[in-house]
């Protein structure tokens, strides 16, 4: 198994562009998360989803759209990008929504917006 | 509301010795704890987790933590640290049973062992 996949690796945008961050995972995982995550402020979840079709927002919603069409993908879209949404993107999925279950982390997103 | 606290910023430790990285937590009912490490450039990965049973859980690389509820309290120990240990190292709870899975992490605690 590949795990989760975050692409790209590295993203420099200009304010006011948009882009997908794409996330896929080939576990069969039921609930899959995004975070992102600023020095001294842990991680924090923008938007998650509990299966294909259903998707809610987390801490840091503004300015992210999600979609889940498939089990598989979880791509994170930046509308408008803004210099504040400078940060590490982590995509995660878990076996299921229950509490019980460890989530896995893809190996991040590095967005710079200027 | 849910949250978790890593008081210390930094832990320094030398090569041998013992470690603990603290971690407390508020949340209602029955917590579910985890611990991760980040190493630079990397994303997380899952340590060891108490969901119920035996206080003390062990995990990975020779981790392991104790749950205590009275202290509310969920800190990470290794006997003997190695160098390779250096590394960020972040708490998070979720909720009980039920709960959409919302994973509540702490600030990060970066690990330094010295030779």
């Known amino acids: 198994n590949a795990g989760v996949t975050q692409t790209p690796k590295f993203q420099v945008l200009k304010t006011g562009q948009s882009m997908t961050l794409q996330c896929a995972q080939d576990?069969?995982?039921?609930?899959m998360s995004w975070y992102r995550q600023d020095p001294g402020m842990g991680l924090r979840l923008i938007h998650y989803s509990v299966g294909a079709g259903i998707t809610d927002q987390g801490e840091v919603p503004n300015g992210y759209n999600v979609s889940r069409s498939t089990t598989e993908d979880f791509p994170l879209r930046l509308l408008s990008a803004a210099p504040s949404q400078t940060s590490v993107y982590f995509c995660a999925s878990s076996y299921s929504r229950e509490s019980g279950y460890e989530q896995y982390f893809g190996p991040g997103t590095r967005l710079t917006v200027t | 509301a849910q949250s978790v606290a890593q008081p210390e910023d930094q832990v320094n430790v030398a090569e041998g010795n013992p470690l603990t990285v603290k971690c407390t937590y508020s949340?209602?009912?029955?917590?579910?704890l985890f611990w991760y490490v980040q190493y630079p450039n990397r994303g997380l990965q899952f340590l060891l987790k108490?969901?119920?049973?035996?206080?003390l859980v062990k995990g990975s690389y020779g981790f392991e933590a104790e749950f205590n509820k009275s202290q509310t309290s969920f800190h990470l120990k290794k006997p003997s640290a190695l160098v390779s240990d250096s590394a960020l190292y972040f708490c998070a709870v979720r909720g009980g049973s039920g709960n959409t899975g919302k994973l509540i992490f702490g600030q990060g605690t970066t690990l330094q062992v010295k030779p």
């Open positions: 108490y969901i119920t049973g035996d206080n």
């Open positions: 949340v209602s009912g029955n917590p579910y």
């Open positions: 576990m069969n995982h039921e609930y």
